[in-house]
């Protein structure tokens, strides 16, 4: 391992001003163990966009799982109403909901029939304008899943371009020349052959059903005529309507989108010249609807926050499932985890995002396993979730995981839900009444199996336990939002973080605000030996105080096992 050289350091780290110190790199491993020269840091800089997003916290909604109001075993926009105020009641300023539109629900409503109009299933679109209403009233504001990579065959501009005869929507989505185009061994993967009497193969973009929308070629091939540039007229076309789908929801009051696979639209694209379109949204929404947020699934900040996003969710990527997923991810107690991988791979992201946009680091959503997997208790997900309510970053509560909701082993697939993925979308868990509360249906007619388990938690168990895992929870939003230092863009300091080793220590600071954060998930005690020393009284805000010994220049915090600290530096 070699010494790191100063300008690369001032890259990768350029939140904050050189150690006086023996920070390490190499190869994708990141190493720091020395306090910073706080006093010297720039002061954080606030990335453009609505004010309110700055300290914001948002909740995430599977529709069909969370609370059904009318008994047909699926949840529905009148059960999300009648739970606003257990939502707000967290604290939270904001609520993510999963598609609700028109849908065959072949991938849960990720396969889009209908852009303007709400599922029969979940209620009406004017049901979808009273929630919006309704939340807001309440201080809630609402986002939804936008889906603009593809739609469902069910889609009546994709039945339109089925037909032989050329129309309005024969370009709007990735159609080849002909059946046996030349270099078809090449891309047959990706499409679907002889699916009507159109004499082509459609591009898929996620399942076989999922019909890729025509954003263009980044760099079409001038031997596949089908391959159309970003700038061709039917393309300008189906951009333009995206937007107009954008406009009306925005309109009819919601507060802005997740944007599913924001980053694939445009193919062969090695220049992202898909950002230009993104850009142009961004633009839209900066003058006409300058309160609305977006934030992309991308899983590559620097990218999305250049594309105009204001926010990127970062959790595709390896060194992600070093933090939570794996056996031996550093979240673990069995204390095999390595929080060096990670943070060199955040820092390639943080260092170019940093006053520009933000980086959320999701604990949990529909698509990641629950974390309440595989023997964790409620110690080991209150420092999962101290970790993500202390970081730089736009932190997201995914449904039922405020109360410990346990990732099901679930054994049949539900519409696209396979593998993992169904057991992480099972019902929310309210009461101790019939299907804990979700659904008045039969069992045989709930979405999905919830927990039987007699020790399965609820709402209910929790809601007025002081030490539960829901108030644990409220309270840690409660200091994210009342704490500058924990705002969601006050200056980040790694402190200790060594490979192989526990704890994980950094620092958040804004302005004269510093806080202090220490994290071991090991089931062992451990022992952060850090270079230098810190200015000022210590204030525990939450956890257990460490031990705190300085030595020859040295401070040594001993951290007992499975224990977190949020210290405030005074």
Request: proline share 6%; hydrophobic share 40%; with cysteine.
């Amino acid at each position: 391992m070699r010494k790191i050289k100063f300008a690369f350091f001032m890259t990768i780290a350029a939140s904050f001003t050189c150690f006086r110190a023996d920070a390490q790199v190499s190869n994708d491993q990141y190493q720091v163990a020395v306090f910073p020269d706080v006093e010297t840091l720039s002061a954080p800089v606030k990335p453009a966009g609505p004010e309110w997003i700055n300290t914001a916290v948002f909740y995430e909604i599977y529709p069909q799982t969370f609370y059904d109001s009318n008994g047909d075993g699926i949840g529905d926009l009148k059960g999300i109403i009648s739970k606003l105020d257990y939502v707000k009641s967290l604290g939270v300023d904001a609520i993510w909901l999963n598609p609700f539109y028109v849908s065959p629900f072949r991938d849960a409503g990720y396969d889009v029939a209908d852009y303007y109009h709400v599922a029969p299933r979940y209620g009406t679109d004017q049901d979808a304008k009273d929630l919006f209403r309704i939340a807001k009233a309440k201080g809630l504001r609402v986002i939804i899943d936008f889906v603009p990579g593809h739609t469902s065959i069910d889609h009546p501009w994709f039945k339109a371009s089925c037909s032989p005869i050329p129309n309005k929507y024969s370009n709007w989505y990735i159609w080849t020349n002909g059946t046996w185009f030349n270099g078809m061994e090449k891309y047959k993967e990706n499409f679907i052959q002889g699916y009507c009497d159109r004499d082509g193969n459609f591009m898929t973009n996620f399942f076989w059903h999922q019909p890729a929308l025509n954003y263009g070629w980044g760099k079409p091939d001038p031997n596949q005529p089908w391959q159309l540039p970003v700038d061709n007229p039917d393309v300008m076309a189906l951009k333009a309507e995206m937007k107009n789908v954008m406009k009306y929801w925005l309109d009819m009051g919601c507060s802005g989108f997740r944007i599913d696979m924001a980053g694939s639209l445009v193919k062969n694209d090695p220049d992202q010249s898909i950002r230009f379109f993104w850009q142009d949204v961004r633009k839209m929404l900066d003058t006409q609807y300058p309160d609305a947020f977006i934030v992309s699934e991308w899983s590559n900040p620097k990218d999305a926050v250049n594309a105009g996003f204001h926010a990127d969710f970062m959790h595709w990527f390896e060194s992600y499932d070093d933090l939570f997923s794996r056996s031996n991810s550093f979240f673990r107690a069995s204390g095999k985890g390595n929080i060096t991988h990670f943070l060199y791979n955040y820092f390639q992201q943080y260092a170019f995002t940093k006053g520009k946009g933000y980086i959320s680091l999701p604990v949990g959503n529909h698509d990641i396993t629950r974390i309440h997997n595989n023997g964790r208790d409620k110690r080991d997900l209150e420092i999962i979730q101290t970790f993500a309510f202390t970081m730089p970053n736009v932190p997201f509560v995914y449904y039922g995981d405020e109360i410990g909701i346990r990732q099901l082993d679930t054994k049949n697939a539900k519409e696209g839900c396979y593998g993992q993925r169904a057991g992480t979308r099972t019902p929310m868990q309210w009461d101790d009444s019939k299907n804990l509360g979700f659904s008045t249906a039969p069992f045989e007619n709930v979405y999905l199996p919830y927990d039987t388990a007699q020790s399965a938690p609820t709402v209910m168990a929790q809601q007025n336990d002081p030490e539960s895992l829901l108030n644990f929870i409220r309270k840690l939003i409660a200091l994210h939002k009342s704490e500058s230092a924990l705002s969601n863009y006050a200056a980040f300091v790694p402190v200790y973080a060594q490979q192989d080793k526990y704890p994980f220590v950094y620092m958040r600071v804004f302005g004269g605000e510093k806080i202090l954060i220490v994290l071991n998930p090991s089931d062992k005690q451990a022992i952060a030996d850090i270079k230098g020393g810190i200015k000022g009284s210590r204030s525990l805000l939450m956890g257990s105080a460490p031990a705190w010994k300085v030595n020859g220049g040295r401070t040594q915090i001993q951290t007992e096992a499975k224990s977190f600290a949020i210290i405030k530096i005074k």
